[in-house]
């Protein structure tokens, strides 16, 4: 959406956010899909809960946007702004055993810079897309990993109080791709707390990590990564490839030949066309496994 409100206009650069006008948010995800929207940047994490309010008393619907690579936006003019963290050189401080991180950090880039350091326990993050602050909304994992565990403590704006709150790791729920911040939470910066180990050991673990991924996920592509949770520990993958269901296609919207849960955009696929993919493979799932998948990625619809 285009913002009009002049109070809103008028109170932005104080704030320091600042205002990208009409950004195609093709260009802001990793499936390469979606509309338009006017982008406000945020510099400081304390202008937030007045930046909020400022949308709300305004009338301005937004959206918290991460790194983009677990999320699929409708076409055309989005109604809503998009609200993104935008510090140039997010900050990873590490004390003892603990990493202090910036929620706008690139979570591989962040693996790396503590492993140089000689903590490790994440090695199978290393590969995963996206900014540290997306994958802790979402609990991301991969090859027995998942951020969740290392969590001890959380900085986040909760959009509910309308403030910035510190939670210790005990108040948050990690769950297999779950977690229990509300959907309008943001992300703000995270203190990890990370088992010592050497360098070349963790280097050996981050060697494996990107070497089975590189054998078994379509890396070079515009993807989500996984579209489906695993059912109760199932790979939906695998129940796809049974399906004969790689290479299907609804407009340049594919699954991909690789790992039949990864979905790609083969060219300039809609989100039409995905959403169109993925109901279709839902339905076919259920019908030949009655197993009912669950999107994993997210959806911006109206
Ligand atoms: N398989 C197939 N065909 C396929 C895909 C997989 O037969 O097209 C088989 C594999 O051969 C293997 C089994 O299914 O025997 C499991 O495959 P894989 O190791 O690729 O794991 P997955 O369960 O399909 C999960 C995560 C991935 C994560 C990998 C590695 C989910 C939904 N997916 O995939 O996470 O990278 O394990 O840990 O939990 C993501 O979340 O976006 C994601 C890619």
Redesign the pocket.
């Known amino acids: 959406m285009r913002i009009e409100n002049d109070r809103v206009l008028r109170v932005l650069p104080g704030l320091g956010v600042e205002l990208w006008r009409g950004v195609s948010l093709a260009e802001l995800t990793s499936l390469g899909i979606g509309g338009t929207s006017d982008l406000l940047r945020i510099t400081r994490h304390e202008a937030i809960p007045e930046l909020l309010k400022l949308l709300d008393d305004g009338d301005v619907p937004h959206r918290f946007l991460g790194g983009g690579s677990?999320l699929l936006v409708m076409d055309g003019e989005l109604p809503f702004a998009v609200l993104q963290l935008g510090q140039p050189n997010p900050d990873v401080v590490i004390e003892g055993n603990v990493a202090r991180v910036d929620a706008a950090a690139d979570l591989g880039k962040m693996v790396t810079f503590c492993a140089k350091r000689n903590l490790g326990g994440m090695e199978?993050l290393i590969g995963?897309p996206g900014t540290v602050g997306g994958a802790l909304r979402m609990n991301?994992?991969?090859?027995?990993t998942q951020i969740g565990s290392y969590v001890r403590e959380v900085k986040v704006y909760r959009a509910a109080a309308r403030e910035i709150e510190i939670l210790r790791g005990e108040q948050i729920s990690f769950e297999?791709?779950h977690t229990s911040f509300a959907p309008d939470d943001m992300m703000l910066a995270v203190k990890l707390e990370l088992p010592s180990k050497p360098y070349a050991e963790i280097l050996q673990g981050i060697r494996i990590c990107n070497e089975?991924?590189r054998a078994?996920?379509p890396l070079g592509q515009k993807s989500?990564?996984?579209i489906?949770?695993?059912p109760g520990g199932v790979?939906?993958?695998?129940m796809?490839?049974?399906l004969g269901l790689?290479g299907l296609m609804y407009g340049d919207a594919r699954v991909?030949d690789?790992?039949?849960?990864?979905f790609v955009n083969a060219g300039r696929a809609s989100a039409a066309d995905m959403l169109g993919l993925i109901a279709d493979v839902r339905e076919r799932v259920q019908q030949g496994y009655g197993v009912t998948l669950e999107n994993?990625v997210v959806v911006w619809n109206a």
């Open positions: 677990n199978g995963v991301a994992g991969a090859y027995g297999y791709r089975k991924r078994s996920q989500a990564g996984c489906f949770k695993n790979s939906a993958g695998r796809i490839d049974e790689k991909s690789r790992h039949a849960n990864f994993e």
